[in-house]
């Protein structure tokens, strides 16, 4: 018998989203059922941030896009979100994220790539994580990007290529209003010189709240050269604040 196992029985862990205690979960706070049922968003999505939608909203759209993304111009071609940022999946994300609970990372990285349709994957060459600035990192110790990067790179087979870097700090986008938010980013990423870009690349962040960091990722890599340029995210906000 383990020592784990004597502290499990006698430290029972609490699930935070049913409140029920479990003895193995996947980390300290979720259990694995909670886990499992986490909604994912089911196709037809908005084309711009994941959202699921009845197919009916999409019948006279040129392109499925929900409300708060409109029929606007982007940078991205098409992102897919596991599910809506809320619940069990930010119980995990937060778990994952400010709790060092690393070991949630393959499970969410696993769902990531499962949430979006094979042909989401189709003739995509490189992985690329939406860095920290160098600072924030250091601070953090890991960027959780770059961590669910190289998870999904084992599911998928496809390069993690870090290959944007972030020239400077921004202010936090949970201190600005929608409008600022989405001005914010502009300027803070730059392709890492001397890097052979891919055609067709997949960025990978955590929460797509306004989209507006990952749209600017989109404008520099596509500036560089990369013709194609999707995303995978962990959430979507369910309605942009
Ligand atoms: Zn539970
Ligand atoms: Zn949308």
Redesign the pocket.
């Known amino acids: 018998m383990t020592g784990s196992f004597w502290v499990d029985l006698l430290f029972p862990k609490v699930?935070?989203?049913?409140?029920?205690g479990?003895q193995t979960?996947l980390s300290n706070i979720?259990?694995?059922?909670?886990?499992d049922?986490i909604p994912a968003y089911k196709d037809p999505v908005c084309d711009h941030c994941g959202i699921s939608l009845p197919a009916r909203a999409f019948e006279d759209a040129s392109r499925p896009r929900c409300r708060d993304c409109g029929e606007g111009d982007y940078f991205l071609d098409k992102v897919r979100a596991l599910g809506p940022y809320e619940g069990?999946l930010r119980i995990a994300h937060h778990g994952f994220k400010f709790e060092g609970m690393e070991s949630l990372k393959s499970n969410l990285a696993e769902k990531m790539v499962f949430c979006s349709i094979p042909a989401f994957w189709e003739g995509v060459e490189a992985l690329v994580p939406v860095p920290l600035s160098a600072e924030r990192e250091r601070e953090r110790g890991y960027n959780p990007a770059t961590l669910l990067t190289a998870e999904m790179a084992k599911v998928t087979g496809i390069l993690p290529r870090p290959i944007l870097k972030k020239t400077k700090s921004i202010q936090p986008q949970m201190s600005l209003s929608r409008e600022e938010r989405l001005k914010n980013p502009r300027g803070a990423y730059q392709v890492q010189p001397g890097e052979l870009l891919p055609l067709k690349a997949v960025l990978v962040d955590d929460v797509f709240t306004t989209g507006a960091t990952l749209e600017e990722c989109a404008r520099v890599l596509k500036k560089a050269g990369v013709a194609w340029v999707g995303a995978v995210v962990i959430g979507r906000t369910p309605h942009h604040p």
């Open positions: 699930c935070q989203r049913c409140g029920e479990f979960g979720l259990c694995g059922s909670c886990f049922s069990a």
